[in-house]
């Protein structure tokens, strides 16, 4: 079944992905999401449906990693603005997710697809409190931190 679900993937129907893509982009930037989309990409990355795993939609504005001219005065050799962001956009979904639920943990995350104005990721986010992960072996290295 997952291989089928992955070969989907590889060439998904353009006219749901952007229907989909479209309602995503009225909604929060943070979304909590029962399911994942990509269930393969989701197990392979570690995702378990179980209590104590939250899978949240993530969306990021495209572009903008140049860092803006300085308006105030200094020396040229201080303008910096030929620098660019060193992380890239999945690093910083993560990022921002961690930021928001401070009581949940990140443990992987994948890409569900981009348009012109955004990236969407699936943040996958364990609540290491449960006692469900906390007695499974394969996440003892989650809880310990």
């Known amino acids: 079944m997952y291989y089928h679900i992955k070969q989907a993937w590889k060439k ?8 989909r893509m479209i309602n995503w982009r009225k909604g929060e930037a943070f979304t909590r999401v029962e399911k994942p989309l990509r269930l393969d990409r989701a ?3 570690g995702y378990k449906a179980k209590k104590g795993f939250v899978i949240i939609r993530v ?13 105030k005065g200094r020396r040229s050799k201080r303008l910096h603005t030929r620098k660019n962001l060193k992380l890239n956009y999945q690093k ?3 990022q921002r997710t961690a930021k928001k639920y401070r ?7 994948y890409k569900i697809g981009k348009d012109g104005i955004n990236f969407f990721f699936e943040v996958i986010l364990v609540d290491t409190n449960r006692p469900e992960i906390k007695t499974d072996k394969q996440f003892k290295y989650l809880v310990r931190k």
């Not at 969306?59 to 308006?71: S, T, V």
């Not at 009581?103 to 995350?109: F, P, Q, R």
């Open 59 to 71: 969306r990021l504005k495209r572009g903008g990693h140049k860092r803006p001219r300085p308006n």
């Open 12 to 19: 998904p129907d353009k006219k749901i992905l952007r229907e």
């Open 92 to 94: 910083i979904a993560e």
């Open 103 to 109: 009581n949940l943990k990140v443990l992987n995350s």
């Open 43 to 45: 197990r392979v990355l």
